[in-house]
């Protein structure tokens, strides 16, 4: 009897022994695994809070081994390259994507940041003149998002998350 150690090249392959009886000639075959390891994606905002968004992890062979809308998902692949892309389809923040090498346990978190967006205010007298004057943006609950005075020519710009406002000039 001699004991056969098989071995890929790769470290990411796993390792197979077998007791061969050598009385004849014989042939063994091996089929040879991967090394497997959790991948964890987490998705939060720029608070921590979590958001459940689209996650799409692609492998090393180009095959989609994750699709799906989630916070946060566990799950055992194959060692190797992954591309990881995570969006939400009503654009409230950045997507991101990144690429990793699985070859141990591990875990990606993901921080979006909440797609921003111009609000130009323009404030005018009765006969359509310019106004330099004060204002103040108020989001949908009460607080204060921005606040300050146009330019001489009426005009103010401020950049703010997707959401609704109310604008009070003057």
Avoid at 29 to 55: H, M, P, W
Avoid at 97 to 122: G, K, M, R
Avoid at 139 to 167: C, K, M, R
Wanted: glycine share 6%; charged share 20%.
């Amino acid at each position: 009897d001699i004991e056969v150690t098989v071995a890929g090249s790769d470290p990411i392959f796993v390792s197979q022994n077998t007791t061969v009886e050598t009385e004849s000639d014989s042939t063994e075959s091996f089929d040879l695994s991967r090394e497997q390891y959790e991948l964890s994606v987490e998705v939060t905002d720029s608070n921590s809070n979590a958001v459940s968004t689209d996650v799409v992890v692609v492998d090393f062979d180009n095959n989609t081994v994750i699709d799906q809308s989630t916070d946060s998902i566990t799950q055992t692949l194959d060692a190797g390259d992954y591309s990881i892309e995570v969006a939400q389809s009503d654009s409230v923040y950045v997507g991101e994507s990144a690429s990793l090498t699985l070859d141990s346990t591990q875990t990606s978190t993901f921080d979006l940041a909440e797609q921003q967006y111009n609000l130009t205010i323009v404030a005018n007298d009765a006969s359509g003149n310019p106004l330099n004057t004060t204002y103040s943006v108020v989001d949908s609950n009460g607080n204060e998002q921005a606040s300050g005075i146009t330019f001489s020519d009426g005009e103010a710009v401020e950049t703010l998350p997707q959401g609704d406002y109310n604008v009070t000039i003057g």
